[in-house]
């Protein structure tokens, strides 16, 4: 079990291999990335299924700084990784980066207050999809090529695509870190974050990528 503080915000699907900034400044959760930083605890961010609780949302800074926002019930599978702090300002304010590098699941809540932590055990892909390397390897360069045309007119976009960063990257890399550089509906997103084949993310990126 891998037990790690959740941080759950709507529409926030995360892939491992994609590094997920955050401006942090309800108090529970400040304490919570200093609590993390200290004990060397990753954080999960993660969408959520639906809101719990909403407190008055007409506040003041001051207010929102001292007060806790809306309570969410969390989606069971998400990404978490270790937190570095990379500013943190006057009035209490952090400002974060959470360099996501493991997909979970939530198993057993082990602290409610003042933060939530849970157990958890990692969502792996299934071994042995059945699918020939070379299909993988063509559904990447079919995806790299629809970018590519996506984003003429774009010149850092496009040299970016033709580097082999992006062609040399490992299949099942590759399929999570391409979701990071796509704006789509946050329910479509988990469920590709769900997915466990390579294959079935990367021809459902595919898919997406051919309706635009």
């Known amino acids: 079990m891998i037990e790690v503080a959740l941080f759950p915000i709507p529409n926030s699907v995360n892939f491992p291999g994609v590094p997920c900034p955050l401006h942090v400044f309800e108090p529970r959760y400040r304490k919570m990335v200093r ?29 929102a700084l001292n007060t806790n926002k809306a309570t969410y019930k969390p989606c069971d599978i ?24 493991v997909r979970l699941r939530l198993q057993s809540e082990v602290q409610t207050l003042p933060f939530s932590i849970w157990a958890c055990e990692e969502w792996l892909d299934q071994p042995g999809s059945g699918r020939h390397a070379v299909m993988l390897e063509q559904t990447r360069q079919k995806i790299l090529q629809r970018l590519v045309a996506l984003t003429h007119g774009t010149p850092e976009y496009q040299e970016a695509l033709k ?27 988990q469920e590709i974050l769900e997915m466990t084949e390579s294959t079935e993310r990367l021809e459902k990126t595919l898919e997406i990528l051919n309706t635009l």
């Open 35 to 63: 609590h993390c930083l200290d004990n060397q605890l990753p954080i999960g961010v993660c969408h959520t299924k639906k809101v719990l609780h909403v407190p008055d949302n007409q506040q003041t800074l001051e207010k």
């Open 163 to 189: 580097s082999n960063y992006w062609r040399e990257m490992a299949v099942q890399d590759f399929s999570f870190s391409v979701m990071g550089m796509l704006g789509m509906d946050a329910d479509l997103k």
């Open 78 to 101: 998400f990404s978490a990784g270790p937190v570095t702090l990379l500013e943190e300002l006057d009035d209490g304010r952090m400002v974060i980066e959470i360099d996501i590098d």
